[in-house]
């Protein structure tokens, strides 16, 4: 029972880092840009956050300034245009597959020349064939001459070397989640919106109620924070390796909710490559692997008594 409660909140936070690759790439081909989506993200989240920065402080007594540019710089404002403005010339499949999938791949590039951790063969097999997945997607796409796909796929692996360097920061500065968010949300709020409003003025009162509505709720607060605290709940209830797992699922469950909501069907290669990726974040993320049952061994001893 614990299991499946666990389970069922790890399942409801990649549910909603699956659907923000579907639900932005709707944004940014009608009424909205990356611009805006970044603004409305951080904005409110921004807002809703603050109070942890107030009672928790900017930890620069562990991140150093250079630290906390880089925490807000890596899943900020940055971050979003680059992901957001991304999903506006490649489709969402394409996202989830190169961005959150291939994040792992990054982070352990970094750690591995920067911070010499060694990895385990299991993780090996992971990043390459989170490395196969990309050439498959990226390299197909790019011998097809589709210039303005393959300038997402650069806009996509971008946002995920941003969100790896953001990675290894927080882990190097032993950071929780909702503190780190909170710095980078609260950051973005006061660097990222004053250059938002001046160069785009209100920009957004132009976009229809409707459409601002849904989007700030999803950005600001379902995205940035309420998967946050859903996925925080998995890890506590499954363990690092078994929450860290459902990780893996993001690639397959963002081509599944662009189905209907866009009609972005994906081509057998790139069904090919979003396997091949969601394979290798599972092992690169520690999912569990099943154990060969051991068998008993007797001595000769045992059974001579029994």
Same mark, same amino acid.
């Given at each position: 029972m614990q299991y499946l409660k666990g389970a069922g909140f790890g399942l409801a936070a990649v549910s909603i880092w699956a659907s923000w690759s579907a639900v932005?790439?709707?944004?940014?081909?009608?009424?909205?840009d990356a611009w805006?989506?970044?603004?409305?993200?951080?904005?409110?989240?921004?807002l809703l956050l603050c109070p942890v920065v107030v009672r928790r402080g900017l930890a620069l007594d562990r991140l150093g300034w250079?630290?906390?540019?880089?925490?807000?710089?890596?899943?900020?404002?940055?971050?979003?245009?680059?992901?957001?403005?991304?999903l506006r010339f490649a489709?969402?499949?394409?996202?989830?597959?190169?961005?959150?999938?291939?994040?792992?791949?990054?982070?352990?590039?970094? *750690?591995?020349?920067? /911070?010499?951790?060694? #990895?385990? +063969?299991?993780?090996? $097999?992971? %990043?390459?064939?989170?490395?196969?997945?990309?050439?498959?997607?990226?390299?197909?796409?790019?011998a097809g001459w589709t210039s303005s796909r393959t300038f997402g796929h650069a806009l996509f692996l971008s946002a995920a070397f941003l969100s790896a360097c953001f990675t290894v920061v927080m882990r190097q500065a032993k950071l929780d989640p909702l503190h780190a968010t909170a710095l980078v949300s609260t950051g973005s709020l006061v660097i990222y919106l004053p250059i938002y409003?001046?160069?785009?003025?209100?920009?957004?009162?132009?976009?229809?109620?409707?459409d601002l509505t849904v989007q700030a709720i999803f950005q600001g607060v379902l995205v940035t924070i309420v998967s946050l605290v859903l996925y925080g709940r998995a890890i506590t209830i499954l363990g690092a390796s078994?929450?860290? *797992?459902?990780?893996? /699922?993001?690639?397959? #469950?963002? +081509?599944?909710?662009? $189905?209907? %909501?866009?009609?972005?069907?994906?081509?057998?290669?790139?069904?090919?490559?979003?396997?091949?990726?969601?394979?290798?974040?599972?092992?690169?993320?520690?999912?569990?692997?099943?154990?060969?049952?051991?068998?008993?061994?007797?001595?000769?001893?045992?059974?001579?008594?029994?």
């Open positions: 932005t790439r709707l944004a940014v081909t009608t009424s909205l805006d989506i970044a603004a409305l993200r951080y904005g409110v989240a921004g250079h630290g906390l540019a880089v925490l807000i710089a890596g899943l900020g404002a940055p971050y979003a245009l680059l992901a957001a403005g991304g489709p969402a499949h394409d996202q989830g597959a190169l961005n959150p999938g291939v994040m792992p791949l990054f982070v352990a590039l970094i *750690a591995a020349s920067v /911070l010499r951790e060694t #990895l385990s +063969a299991v993780r090996q $097999l992971g %990043l390459a064939l989170i490395l196969a997945g990309v050439l498959v997607i990226v390299g197909w796409h790019a409003l001046a160069l785009r003025g209100p920009g957004l009162a132009q976009a229809p109620p409707a078994g929450g860290a *797992a459902f990780g893996a /699922l993001v690639p397959a #469950l963002t +081509a599944l909710i662009a $189905l209907p %909501l866009l009609g972005e069907w994906p081509s057998n290669t790139d069904w090919f490559g979003i396997i091949l990726i969601s394979a290798g974040v599972y092992l690169a993320r520690g999912g569990p692997l099943p154990r060969r049952p051991q068998r008993k061994r007797r001595s000769l001893r045992d059974g001579l008594m029994n």
